[in-house]
């Protein structure tokens, strides 16, 4: 019986191996992070409200098979104690290109299919001051403003995507673009350029 060629064994295990690992380190961390963004699972928060304009905001959004929702709710003190609004939307979302403007992040696509608000103050000085004596809202009642839009929402059909930007860090940590003071994100050249304080995964 022939022996086997012990040097060409070992050239040709050698070989694979070096294969193998450099097919490995071509899947640069960005492409890991892109699929790591795309299949997204779980509900996402803030722990603590953020400081958002003068007042504070708290997210809450949930993401399951290319699909998300959002819950955010607004506040005058960092406790929410004293809230002023809570708005809500889902859809489904798409991750682009890498943004060349924000490091590690991704531009995202939102889809809003449907969008509503409720008010969480009666105060009427205060629901003059946040553009919503217009709405035709009820305080404390969840209204659909997807066909009207409301304050600085508008209508889905008016803005059914919001391009954002998205970015994940390897303690798992989510984060989204700074939304610009007259919310409007809703073409790709209103994209963020910078990210706010992450969400962490709560479930």
Same mark, same amino acid.
């Given at each position: 019986?022939? *022996?086997?060629?012990?040097?060409?064994?070992?050239?040709?295990?050698?070989?694979?191996?070096? $294969? $193998?690992?450099?097919?490995?380190?071509?899947?640069?961390?960005?492409?890991?992070?892109?699929? #790591?963004?795309?299949?997204?699972?779980?509900?996402?928060?803030?722990?603590?409200?953020?400081?958002?304009?003068?007042?504070?905001?708290?997210?809450?959004?949930?993401?399951?098979?290319?699909?998300?929702?959002?819950?955010?709710?607004?506040?005058?003190?960092?406790?929410?104690?004293?809230?002023? $609004?809570?708005?809500?939307?889902?859809?489904?979302?798409?991750?682009?290109?890498?943004?060349?403007?924000?490091?590690?992040?991704?531009?995202?696509?939102?889809?809003?299919? &449907? &969008?509503?608000?409720?008010? *969480?103050? #009666?105060?009427?000085?205060?629901?003059?001051?946040?553009?919503?004596?217009?709405?035709?809202?009820?305080?404390?009642?969840?209204?659909?403003?997807?066909?009207?839009?409301?304050?600085?929402?508008?209508?889905?059909?008016?803005?059914?995507?919001?391009?954002?930007?998205?970015?994940?860090?390897?303690?798992?940590?989510?984060?989204?673009?700074?939304?610009?003071? #007259?919310?409007?994100?809703?073409?790709?050249?209103?994209?963020?350029?910078?990210?706010?304080?992450?969400?962490?995964?709560?479930?």
């Amino acid at each position: 019986m022939k *022996k086997p060629n012990i040097m060409h064994l070992s050239t040709f295990v050698f070989t694979f191996l070096t $294969f $193998f690992s450099c097919s490995n380190e071509d899947l640069s961390s960005p492409e890991v992070m892109k699929n #790591d963004l795309e299949t997204l699972s779980g509900t996402y928060q803030d722990l603590e409200p953020y400081v958002y304009g003068n007042a504070f905001g708290q997210r809450i959004f949930t993401f399951e098979n290319g699909h998300w929702t959002l819950e955010f709710t607004l506040g005058l003190d960092p406790t929410l104690e004293k809230q002023v $609004f809570q708005f809500r939307t889902y859809g489904s979302y798409t991750i682009e290109e890498a943004s060349t403007l924000v490091e590690n992040a991704y531009h995202a696509a939102f889809g809003e299919d &449907k &969008k509503f608000v409720t008010l *969480k103050t #009666d105060d009427p000085q205060m629901i003059a001051a946040f553009g919503f004596a217009d709405c035709g809202l009820t305080p404390f009642v969840e209204k659909d403003i997807s066909a009207s839009g409301c304050a600085s929402w508008k209508s889905v059909s008016a803005c059914p995507v919001d391009y954002d930007l998205l970015s994940l860090d390897e303690d798992g940590l989510l984060y989204f673009g700074q939304r610009p003071a #007259d919310n409007d994100m809703c073409s790709a050249d209103k994209r963020p350029t910078s990210l706010t304080p992450p969400v962490t995964k709560v479930q």
